[in-house]
């Protein structure tokens, strides 16, 4: 029993919140919108700028996040390239759902209970390149065409940027600024996960077996990889943690909004995101024990 409290002080809040938003869902409805742009626009920008500025970040750890961010994206997406061609597969979800992983909504929250401070900081550093990735590559995987403008309009951006010289530089930030972007920015983690779950009401788990393939390829992959990234570079400590939280993350809800509007494969990316979702139930305690969380 004592080795699972821990888990579950980390695993329940994060469950019970998406679990809240999903029930929420089946009373009440609302605009889902509205939430998620508060996030986009407010509460992820203020929970970046502080996370980065608290830390004293070197151009080392933001090359070295930067790189591996990257490749745990890009691998697995080739790999699940490789494999649609072979099976001689037609579905344009498969491999961008493979590639693009949720890496806000469950491995910040994750970071801060699991690792504190200094694991989120880094996971906030290893997501910066899948805002461009998603809006680029990922477009170009759903049939659209890629606007590499879109990345730029979008808040976060600049306040990670800001957040990301503050460290570099050293620069002293007003007590009153740190306070405000640290309140404001830890409002992002409930609102996130209501949304996730809120959003899931209306998933019907349809075409289960390819949505089971990728789920399990996002997750398996992603471990593979994380492994074999952190054996061969010797990665460790907290950068360690927050590249398996970040690798590991189930298909994200960014593949449902693009491939209702790129490919009319809705209905499916909606089952992946819900399949890979319901599957980090297991796969995240597992991980945090993998991660010498007990």
Not at 24 to 38: F, I, Q, S
Not at 147 to 165: F, H, N, Q, T, W
Not at 189 to 209: C, H, M, N, Q
Request: include cysteine; proline fraction near 6%.
């Amino acid at each position: 029993m004592s080795s699972i409290l821990p888990l579950l002080n980390i695993v329940f809040p994060v469950m019970a919140v998406i679990g809240i938003g999903f029930l929420y869902g089946r009373w009440k409805k609302l605009d889902p919108r509205v939430l998620a742009e508060l996030v986009l626009f407010l509460l992820a920008p203020a929970v970046m700028f502080d996370a980065l500025a608290r830390q004293h970040i070197v151009w080392d750890e933001l090359i070295r996040a930067g790189v591996f961010s990257t490749l745990i994206q890009v691998i697995p997406g080739a790999v699940a390239w490789a494999i649609k061609r072979a099976a001689g597969m037609t579905n344009r979800s498969f491999v961008p759902s493979v590639m693009l992983m949720n890496s806000v909504s469950l491995p910040y929250p994750l970071a801060l209970l699991a690792f504190g401070e200094a694991g989120l900081a880094q996971t906030v550093l290893l997501s910066i390149p899948n805002v461009f990735i998603s809006f680029t590559l990922g477009i170009m995987a759903y049939g659209g065409s890629a606007d590499v403008r879109e990345p730029l309009k979008m808040p976060a951006i600049y306040a990670a940027i800001a957040g990301i010289v503050v460290a570099l530089a050293v620069i002293p930030v007003p007590k009153f600024i740190l306070r405000f972007s640290h309140l404001t920015g830890r409002g992002m983690f409930p609102v996130e996960l209501f949304t996730l779950g809120y959003r899931l009401r209306s998933i019907r788990a349809s075409d289960f077996k390819i949505s089971l393939l990728v789920a399990s390829l996002r997750f398996g992959l992603g471990f593979a990889l994380a492994w074999a990234l952190c054996e061969a570079f010797a990665l460790t400590g907290a950068f360690r943690s927050s590249l398996f939280l970040m690798s590991c993350s189930p298909p994200a809800v960014l593949n449902y909004i693009f491939a209702e509007r790129y490919c009319e494969e809705g209905s499916l990316a909606a089952s992946i995101v819900f399949t890979g979702t319901a599957l980090s139930l297991v796969t995240i305690p597992l991980l945090l024990l993998y991660l010498g969380v007990s």
